[in-house]
């Protein structure tokens, strides 16, 4: 790839406005929902479920167990015009309201949102 091409790939990744919101795994009955920033982490999720290496070990436990039943969503998706502002607050509220709105949720990775 020339070096323009790539600077100008770079520009466009750059650019982007991120999808952030609240994300949720669900198996069954079961639902684990956090704050994301960038809703396209769930590869990095999915990975890290599959290494066994993922922070919440009764999450990682029901994955290993049955990774077919695990689904992933994105709950509630933040409107927002500027992508360099400070959304944490926002998406604090939004998070806030999911807990509401599905009380038996728990948080997906512990001591983080």
């Known amino acids: 790839m020339d070096k323009n091409r790539k600077k100008e790939l770079r ?3 750059d650019e982007r406005k991120p999808d952030m919101g ?3 795994w669900q198996q069954g ?4 929902i956090a704050i994301s920033r960038d809703a396209a982490d769930y590869n990095c999720s999915l990975f890290q479920l599959q290494l066994g290496s993922w922070p919440n070990r ?3 436990k029901a994955f290993t167990e ?3 039943s ?4 994105v709950l509630k998706k933040l409107e927002y015009k500027e992508r360099d502002e400070d959304h944490s607050e926002d998406l604090e ?3 806030m309201l999911c807990l509401e709105e599905y009380p038996q949720a ?3 990775r512990p001591g983080r949102r």
């Open 93 to 95: 509220l939004l998070y």
């Open 106 to 108: 728990r948080q997906m």
């Open 70 to 73: 695990f689904q992933w969503s």
């Open 66 to 68: 049955d990774p077919g």
């Open 58 to 60: 009764e999450m990682q």
């Open 29 to 32: 009955e079961n639902r684990w």
């Open 11 to 13: 520009s466009q990744y």
């Open 22 to 24: 609240i994300v949720c």
